[in-house]
Every structure is written in C-alpha cells, then in structure tokens.
C-alpha cells in the first residue's frame, strides 16, 4: 500500500506541489492527469526516492521512503520520463546488471531477465546495444529494468512515449496484466488511454489535487454531465428559449436562428441544451417543444468525455467546486473511520480491565503479588535499557549518514 500524506515541495518562492494527500492499494491502476507543470513528475519523483520533500510523507508498505529508503525502494519499480539506460551495453546485459542492483538473487537472474524480455517483447533485441534502439524499443527496455524485481508497486511515468499505436495497444494489454498483483501508478497526457486503462484518477493543477476519483465519477461529477443539440421549426427564438427553460434539469439554453425564409414563415433554429443530469433529457424536451406547437428536424445528445472534464476541472472555477466535494467526502470517511477506531479502542479497554479482574482475583497471596511486581520492575529496567541503546544506536547511524 502507498500512503501519501500532506506532500510539499518547494523550490525557493515557487511550491511545485502542495499538502498531497492520497492513497494506492494493491488490485488497482492509477492514472496521473494534469497539464504541464502540474506537478506530476515531481510527485512521481519524491514517491520513488529520487527527489526529497519539502515536506510531508510517502511510506511504501508502511515504509518511510525518507527514513528507511532502502527497504521502501525494494518495492518500488519506475519508469521515468527518460528511461534510466546505459547505451553501451546490450539489453540483456542492462537488465542482468537492474537485477543484480535490485537484489534478484542470482539462482533466480536469468529467470528474472527472460521473463522481463519476453513481458516487455524485447527478446528479439536482446543482444543488440542500446544505444542502436529505435526510441521506442528503449521505452520497452526502461519498462523491463522497472519489472525485472517483480516489484509490489509499478510508477510509470509516459509510458507509451515514442511507441506506435500498435505497441500502445500491448503496452496497455501488458499494463492490465499487472493490475492483479501490483498497485500500478501511470502518468499520460493522452485522456483516451488513461480512461480505458485506469480504475482511478488523480488530477493535478498548479500542484494542487483537484480531482481524485473513478473515471465515470469525474465525468459526471463536472458542471453540465450533458448536451442536447435539437433544430426545429418554429416562429421565435424567444418562445423556444423559454419553452426549454423550464424543462427539468435544464441549466442553460443556447439558440441560434440556422435560416429564416421570411414573410412569417416558421424559423430554422438551433438549441443547445445543457443539463446537469444524468437521466436522459430527451424525452422532456421532446415533449416540451411538442407541445409548444414546435416541429423537430433534429435531435442528438453528447455526453461528457473524460476530456471535457479534465478541460473544465482544470478552469479554477469548476476544480474549486469539485474539490469542495472530494473534500467533504473526505472528511466525513476519516469521521465514519475514526468513530470506529473508537469503538474499538472502547471495546479494549473493557475487554482489558475484565482481564485484570480476573487476574486479581486469581493472586492467593502478597507474596506471590510481590512476585509478579518484581518481574514487572525488571521488566520495564530491560525495556528502558533496550529503548537507550536503540536510541544510541539511530543517533550513531544519523552522525554516519552525515
């Protein structure tokens, strides 16, 4: 599991990114979104060890990658933007020397690196030098380094960077396959496969969190979940208007005269509706201009693509009101969690103090309480003795590190 809580960086007066707090969890793939200089290489960055924090925490596994990076990078395997290669080796010899960084045992070497050619479709240039790789190849060989541990956790930053539609395709295949036993983390500016791809999306903005949901729910959670485009025959553009207006769910009407023949004949006009809705619309508005006396000559409706939404959660406006959302779901889950943490607690202490009921009434005499009170003093001297030399111990490993 990933953790990440009230995550800062900042370089002088700029803040690259501020307060994140998100979460990961095996079984799921994660998307990135945001525009450039959003902040999300950088937080891609401090989750795998390569740049520190301002402040805040990352822990893999219950791993501070700060305090205890060592253990917390076993787990981890990234891809970065630029693949981490070395241009004068071959590729086996590459992955052979990523596995023998990332401690694959050496019984288990080759098995590591067959395995990750073959996921990745680099056998066939296996013994070719890197440096003689077409661009995309080497993305594929950056994935196979960021694989070769079998690592719990996956980052991927662009990914499909440099490979053609084909190679998206199975890159994207691949990807799913790891969603199983992996928490898998990908960053794209291609809206398109992050939502055929990922289960959940976090969008970024000025190095704010301003989204972070299910592809589904961040489409309808925008201002207007859908547009109705109709063109009818009718005498005012006025009278329409206002006819639509009242139709339920209907936030605002657009109208636009398409042709007028004159001399008191009926308009071609154009509507746009837009509702903030998700039951069809249609109907409602069908019946409405009926009604009215008006006659359609078309009708179609366009429902939010993920694009629109990203588009319209990046406008400060919208990401304002989506936040105030995410943010009061939030807190009402760490009140829902927190009540119960407390129930718990109650039903410790209870249990506990019936132990030590018990317990006394168990004890025969005061010698043998006397006993049990002698252990307990040397027991808490052993415990303090043990909590001196171990803070002994980390002072001397931080004047090492210096």
């Not at 969890?25 to 060890?49: D, R």
């Not at 288990?108 to 395995?115: F, I, L, N, S």
């Not at 073959?118 to 056998?123: A, E, Q, R, W």
Request: glycine share 6%; aromatic share 4%.
């Amino acid at each position: 599991m990933i953790q990440v809580e009230h995550l800062t960086k900042r370089y002088g007066d700029h803040t690259a990114i501020d307060d994140l707090t998100f979460s990961a969890e095996k079984g799921h793939i994660y998307g990135f979104l945001g525009p450039n200089g959003a902040g999300k290489s950088t937080t891609m960055n401090i989750m795998t060890g390569y740049l520190s924090a301002t402040s805040g925490t990352v822990k893999i596994d219950d791993f501070d990658i700060t305090r205890q990076p060592e253990e917390a990078k076993r787990n981890i395997g990234y891809l970065p933007e630029i693949p981490p290669v070395y241009n004068d080796m071959t590729v086996r010899e590459y992955l052979t020397f990523a596995a023998d960084l990332k401690g694959v045992a050496r019984a288990k070497r080759q098995e590591a690196v067959e395995h990750a050619l073959k996921c990745t479709g680099t056998s066939g240039v296996s013994e070719r030098l890197i440096k003689n790789l077409s661009k995309g190849y080497r993305q594929r060989v950056g994935l196979a380094q960021a694989i070769i541990n079998d690592p719990e956790v996956i980052i991927l930053d662009e990914p499909t960077v440099g490979l053609d539609p084909e190679q998206q395709r199975e890159m994207f295949d691949y990807i799913r396959t790891l969603r199983d036993n992996h928490i898998v983390i990908i960053s794209s500016h291609i809206l398109s496969d992050i939502s055929a791809v990922c289960d959940y999306i976090w969008i970024l903005n000025k190095g704010h969190m301003i989204a972070s949901d299910t592809p589904e729910n961040i489409r309808e959670g925008s201002q207007h979940r859908q547009e109705v485009r109709i063109v009818v025959l009718a005498d005012s553009e006025q009278k329409l208007g206002d006819v639509l207006r009242l139709v339920q769910n209907v936030v605002s009407v657009d109208t636009k005269v398409l042709e007028d023949p004159g001399s008191g004949a009926p308009k071609q006009i154009q509507a746009v509706i837009r509702s903030d809705s998700t039951l069809d619309i249609r109907p409602a508005v069908s019946q409405a201009v009926s009604s009215a006396g008006m006659f359609f000559l078309e009708m179609s409706r366009t429902k939010k693509s993920l694009e629109d939404a990203f588009l319209a959660l990046t406008d400060s406006d919208d990401a304002k009101l989506y936040a105030e959302k995410q943010r009061a779901a939030h807190d009402t889950h760490r009140r829902h969690r927190k009540s119960k943490s407390s129930e718990a607690d109650t039903d410790t202490v209870v249990s506990a103090d019936s132990q030590n009921a018990d317990t006394a009434s168990a004890a025969d005499d005061k010698a043998a309480a006397a006993d049990t009170a002698s252990a307990a003093d040397n027991s808490a001297a052993a415990g303090n003795n043990k909590a001196a030399a171990d803070q002994t111990a980390e002072t001397t490993e931080q004047k090492e590190e210096q």
